[in-house]
């Protein structure tokens, strides 16, 4: 079967660092997602892997090796608005998008 | 200006009854999805449209229908609703058919059967 995992919660302090891991199993691989979702909205995206190594945004960057099957979302310089859920997803050899449930991230001051 | 646009943004209503939630998407884009994400959080997919065709109906009951009069809009419509049908729906849409590119989601619409 399909399976994307990621930590359930997660809590960090403002202006540290965090790493969120993402592992997956799926048929086949044609990219990974991040998406942000805060609580009660709507999830928006965040960045997109399809080869391997590093993707720096600002303040958040991604990593992705597709021979382990692993990614993560790393953000720097915590702000309190960056909490919320962070959704891990994987297209699939279909062209079909296979999501991890989210990782729930909580700052505190 | 919203580029995916979903209503009602809230729906209480009775088990039993019927209803309906509209999704429009003013962005151009090819392919548009219905979402359901329940309270555990995991977002899964129900229906995918492309230029107003079928291409993904994932195992949804059958009192499930989404309907596409033209491209840039997705509605569902929910016959004989049950508990387990509460839960967010999102419509979203990417350009391009499949999943490859970015998804841009509608706010949201709860749903809550009594």
């Known amino acids: 079967g399909q399976n994307i995992d990621q930590p359930t919660e997660m809590t960090a302090t403002e202006g540290a660092i965090v790493q969120i891991n993402c592992t997956y199993q799926?048929?086949?691989?044609?990219?990974l997602f991040w998406y942000q979702q805060h609580a009660g909205e709507a999830p928006t995206f965040l960045s997109y892997?399809?080869l391997d190594g590093l993707e720096e945004k600002g303040r958040f960057s991604s990593f992705l090796s597709r021979s382990k099957g692993y990614s993560y979302l790393l953000l720097k310089e915590l702000q309190m608005k960056d909490s919320a859920s962070y959704l891990c997803?994987?297209?699939?050899?279909?062209?079909?998008?296979?999501w991890g449930a989210g990782t729930k991230l909580i700052i505190k001051p | 200006d919203t580029a995916v646009s979903q209503t009602p943004k809230y729906l209480v209503t009775q088990m039993g009854n019927d209803k309906s939630i509209k999704c429009e998407q003013n962005?151009?884009?090819?392919?548009m999805y219905w979402y359901k994400q329940d309270s555990k959080k995991f977002l899964k997919i129900m229906f995918s449209?492309?230029?107003?065709?079928?291409?993904i109906n994932e195992t949804v009951p059958n009192r499930f229908s989404p309907k596409s009069p033209d491209k840039a809009h997705l509605n569902l419509h929910i016959n004989s609703l049950e508990l387990g049908d509460s839960a967010v729906y999102f419509c979203?849409?990417?350009?391009?058919?499949?999943?490859?590119?970015?998804?841009?989601f509608g706010e949201g619409s709860r749903l809550t059967v009594l």
């Open positions: 979203a849409s990417s350009q391009g058919m499949g999943a490859a590119g970015e998804l841009f």
């Open positions: 962005l151009g884009h090819d392919t």
């Open positions: 449209y492309n230029n107003k065709e079928l291409i």
């Open positions: 799926t048929s086949g691989f044609n990219g």
């Open positions: 892997n399809v």
């Open positions: 997803a994987v297209v699939d050899s279909n062209y079909q998008l296979i």
